[in-house]
């Protein structure tokens, strides 16, 4: 895996657990009537998922 994306994934990682998670630790604003951390961690892991897509996509075939 190319370097660039083990820091893109640690990056997300991060944005969803302790530093990450503590500057979106509260209730208000609602967004698309979530509470913001809700939607906080749902958009990480959309951004993880399409991270890992293109991930895949690039990588070459090892077998």
């Known amino acids: 895996m190319h370097p660039v994306m083990m820091l893109y994934f640690l990056i997300c990682t991060l944005a969803m657990i302790w530093p990450g998670a503590t500057l979106a630790n509260r209730i208000e604003?609602?967004?698309?009537g979530l509470p913001f951390y809700l939607f906080?961690?749902?958009?990480?892991?959309m951004v993880t998922f399409i991270?890992?897509?293109?991930?895949f996509?690039?990588?070459e075939d090892d077998a």
């Open 29 to 32: 604003p609602m967004i698309l």
């Open 40 to 45: 906080w961690y749902l958009a990480w892991l």
């Open 51 to 55: 991270g890992l897509v293109i991930c």
């Open 57 to 59: 996509r690039t990588e």
